[in-house]
Nanobody
Framework: EVQLVESGGGLVQAGGSLRLSCAAS????????IGWFRQAPGKEREGVSC????????YYLDSVKGRFTISSDNAKNTVYLQMNSLKPEDTAVYYC????????????????????WGQGTQVTVSS
């Protein structure tokens, strides 16, 4: 059974940090790219970051560049999203997703590129 389980969300003050984890099981981790998405109330789900398992390439939403860092521990089948200097506008449910072929993803921000999704973890940033 394929599973993606997010953890690490919570309530934090503006300027604070959180580290999200995405633990994967049930599929060959190295064959997929892992993306992080978020969805705020009343808004569409948007791509935040992605890491390609084929070559370690990373991608970021412009508004999080310099603040968020994605990384992967292939031995643990886990991808992390380190979020620093958090802002109230980062408040959302954060989801991880797995997609692509051979670790290569197409347009990483497109939801349909991803085959598997986690249930999400809530991140709330207070001002």
């Amino acid at each position: 059974e394929v599973q993606l389980v997010e953890s690490g969300g919570g309530l934090v003050q503006a300027g604070g940090s959180l580290r999200l984890s995405c633990a994967a099981s049930g599929f060959t981790f190295d064959d997929y790219a892992i993306g992080w998405f978020r969805q705020a109330p009343g808004k569409e789900r948007e791509g935040v970051s992605c890491i390609s398992s084929s070559d370690g390439s990373t991608y970021y939403l412009d508004s999080v560049k310099g603040r968020f860092t994605i990384s992967s521990d292939n031995a643990k089948n886990t991808v992390y999203l380190q979020m620093n200097s958090l802002k109230p506008e980062d408040t959302a449910v954060y989801y991880c997703a797995a997609g692509g072929t051979g670790g290569v993803i197409g347009i990483w921000t497109r939801l349909y590129e991803y085959d598997y999704w986690g249930q999400g973890t809530q991140v709330t940033v207070s001002s």
